[in-house]
C-alpha cells in the first residue's frame, strides 16, 4: 500500500496547512503522515510532497479544531506544536483525526489510550511547564532608553504563551522579551498591543546597553542575594529542583557566579 509523507514547515501554520491538505487527498488516513522536512532515508513505496503554508487552510482548520473540540483541546494542540520534538506534526495530525471518530468530541485529550493523544499531552504538558517556569524565573533590565528587556532560551517556542501575562501585569511598559535560541523579539510598546519581530537586527547592540540604574540596582541585588543565603543549608539538590540551571543564565541574580 502506498504511503504518502506531506513536507510542512516547523510552524502552526505550516502543519495545520499539512492536516488541511491531508483530509483533501481522500484517502485512508493510516496511509498519509505529515513530517517536518525532508526524511535523511527515503522510504520504498513512499510519495513525498511538500507543502507550503497557508493561512487561509490553517485558520480553517484551527476554527475547526476549537469548535468540534473545544478551546482547551486547541490551546493543548498549540502548546504541542511549540514543541521542538520532530514527531509533533504527526501526533497532532492523527489526533485531529481520533477526535471525529470519537462520540463526545469534546473529551478528546482525555482519551489517553490513544498513543497519539498520548504523545500530544505529554508534549502540550512540558511547554506548558516550561511556560510556567518562565513566568516566574523571567528578569526584566531597564536599558538607556527605558525600556525593560529580558532575554530568555527556552527549549520549546513559548514566547507567545508567556508575553501576554506580562502584558496585562506591565500594560504601560515599553518591554522586550527576546528568544535567543530562535531569534524572536516580543516587542510591547507602552498601552497598545505586542507583536513579534523575526531575525536578527541593527537593533540587537542596544538591547545591552543598560542604563547606570540598572547597573547600580543590579549589582545590589545580586549582594543582597549572596549575603542572605545561610552557607550550613545550602541544599543543591533541592535547589536544581525547585530552580533548574538553565534559567540562571538569564537571571540577575546568578550573573555575577
Known amino acids: 500500500m502506498e504511503e504518502y509523507y506531506l513536507i510542512c514547515e516547523d510552524s502552526l501554520e505550516g502543519i495545520f496547512t499539512g492536516i488541511y491538505d491531508a483530509y483533501l487527498m481522500k484517502k485512508s488516513h493510516e496511509q498519509i503522515h505529515i513530517c517536518l522536512g525532508e526524511e535523511e532515508n527515503l522510504r520504498l513505496f513512499a510519495v513525498y510532497e511538500q507543502r507550503i503554508p497557508d493561512e487561509q487552510k490553517a485558520a480553517k482548520v484551527a476554527r475547526t479544531i476549537e469548535r468540534e473540540f473545544g ?8 502548546r504541542a506544536l511549540a514543541s521542538p520534538e520532530a514527531d509533533k506534526g504527526e501526533a497532532v ?26 504523545r500530544v499531552f505529554e508534549l502540550a504538558r512540558f511547554t506548558a511547564n516550561e511556560a510556567h517556569f518562565h513566568v516566574e524565573f523571567l528578569r526584566f533590565q531597564e536599558l538607556e532608553n527605558g525600556i525593560l528587556y529580558s532575554a530568555i532560551g527556552p527549549k520549546n517556542n513559548l514566547i507567545t504563551f508567556i508575553v501576554p501575562h506580562f502584558a496585562d501585569r506591565l500594560p504601560l511598559e515599553d518591554f522586550v522579551i527576546h ?23 541593527k537593533a540587537e547592540e542596544l538591547f545591552h546597553c543598560f542604563s547606570e540604574g540598572e547597573k547600580a540596582y543590579s549589582e545590589l541585588f545580586c549582594k543582597f542575594f549572596h549575603t542572605i543565603a545561610i552557607k550550613e543549608r545550602t541544599n543543591g539538590v533541592l535547589q536544581r529542583n525547585m530552580l533548574p540551571l538553565r534559567y540562571r543564565k538569564y537571571m540577575t541574580e546568578f550573573q555575577s557566579l
Not at 71 to 78: D, N, P, Q, R
Not at 93 to 118: E, I, S
Not at 185 to 201: E, I, S
Open 93 to 118: 495530525y492523527k489526533t485531529v483525526v481520533a477526535g471525529f471518530r470519537m462520540g463526545n468530541r469534546k473529551a478528546l485529550m482525555g482519551n489517553l489510550a490513544d498513543p497519539y493523544v498520548h
Open 71 to 78: 478551546v482547551e483541546t486547541y490551546l493543548a494542540i498549540c
Open 179 to 201: 528568544d535567543e535560541i530562535r531569534n524572536i523579539y516580543a516587542l510591547h510598546p507602552a498601552g497598545k498591543d505586542w507583536y513579534l519581530v523575526y531575525g536578527k537586527g
